[in-house]
Nanobody
Framework: QVQLVESGGGVVQVGGSLILSCAAS????????MGWFRQAPGKEREFVGA???????????TYEDSVKGRFTVSRDNAKNMVYLEMKKLEPEDTAVYFC?????????????????WGQGTQVTVSS
């Protein structure tokens, strides 16, 4: 069982930056793929980015097209933490952001592969 708590959300102006944190407890997430998803009002939850478990010693990442080059997912296994660094934020990035843990270390963008979810943190980008 994994418990996830997100933090770091808030209100930021267009073009600004935020770093979201996800603190995991209950077990080590070292071998698990970790993902970030978001849900805007009136819209379905969508994939943002993910980081794999150890693949040839180094994790790999994948991103949704609209955030490539602006968002970065990283992990600190020693602290049992995952991060989402967001730059050049746009109004379309406004959403509740969720951290999620998969059952395995395989990199995946599919929400159905993630079995543990946090409660979410609100990000609002104001123009």
């Amino acid at each position: 069982q994994v418990q996830l708590v997100e933090s770091g959300g808030g209100v930021v102006q267009v073009g600004g930056s935020l770093i979201l944190s996800c603190a995991a407890s209950g077990r080590s997430i070292r071998t698990l793929a970790m993902g970030w998803f978001r849900q805007a009002p009136g819209k379905e939850r969508e994939f943002v980015g993910a980081v794999s478990g150890p693949i040839n010693w180094e994790p790999i990442t994948t991103y949704e097209d609209s955030v490539k080059g602006r968002f970065t997912v990283s992990r600190d296994n020693a602290k049992n933490m995952v991060y989402l660094e967001m730059k050049k934020l746009e109004p379309e990035d406004t959403a509740v952001y969720f951290c999620a843990a998969a059952r395995s270390g395989t990199l995946t963008a599919s929400g159905s592969d993630y079995v543990w979810w946090g409660q979410g943190t609100q990000v609002t980008v104001s123009s």
